[in-house]
C-alpha cells in the first residue's frame, strides 16, 4: 500500500490542498511530451525487433485472400475496437484503386455475443461463430492486450482444427498466445502499457493492410470470391 505522504502527494485535493493551477499545467505537459515519447518508443522497438515477422503476416493474409478465404478478426473491450478497425481497413479501403476485402468483426454482433455468452458462457462467443462461419483458408485475427484472452484462445483452437490461418496480437511478454500452437503467427508488442500496446497494434495493422495490397497487386482480378 502507498504511504500516507504518496497518497498526499497523488491525491493532494483529498487533504484539503489546493493546487496550483500554473504547477499543475506544467506538469500535464511534461506527462504529454513523456507518452508521446513513450508511444514513439514502443512502436521503434517493435518494428526494429519485429519487421520479418510483420511481412511474414502480410504474406499469409495476403494468401488468405489469394485461395478465396475471408478474415475474421476479434478482441474484448478496447482491442474489440481494433478488431472493428483492423476489418473496416480491409472492407473499405481509403486509397483509390485498391479493392474491398472480406473481413468480417466477430465482436460486433451483440444478439450472437450476449446469445451464447448468458446460454454457454462467454467464453464461447468468438468460437461459436468460427464454427458458424469459418473454413479452411480462411484467417483469423485476434486482439489482446495480456495474450491470455480465453475466449481468444479457445476460438483460435478451433480455428486451427479448421485449417484457418490464425494470426494474434498480443503485449507484454505475449501470454499464452505467444505459446499457444494454435497460432501460426503472433506479434507481440513488449510494453507494460496496455494504452502503448494498442498504440502500437493500430500501426502495425495500418502497415499491415498496406502490405498486403502491395502483394496482391497482380491479383486483383480474381479477389472476391471463394473457390
Known sequence: MPSDEALHGLYPFLHGDKQDPARMRTALLD???QKARDSVDAKRRFFEESGPAVVAVAEAIAGVYRHGGRLYSMGNGGSSCDAAHFAVEFLHPVTAGRPALTAINLACDM???TAVGNDVGFGHIFTRQV???ASR????VGFSTSGNSE???AA???AHEIGVVTIGFAG???GRMASSPDLDHCLVVRSDSIHRIQEC???IYHILWDLVHTLLAEDRGGLGSRP
Open 156 to 158: 483460435f483452437a478451433k
Open 137 to 140: 483458408n480462411d484467417g483469423l
Open 131 to 133: 464454427i458458424a462461419q
Open 31 to 33: 506527462s504529454v511530451e
Open 111 to 113: 444478439a450472437m455475443i
Open 151 to 153: 475466449n481468444l484462445l
Open 201 to 203: 497494434h493500430v500501426a
Open 172 to 174: 507484454h511478454d505475449g
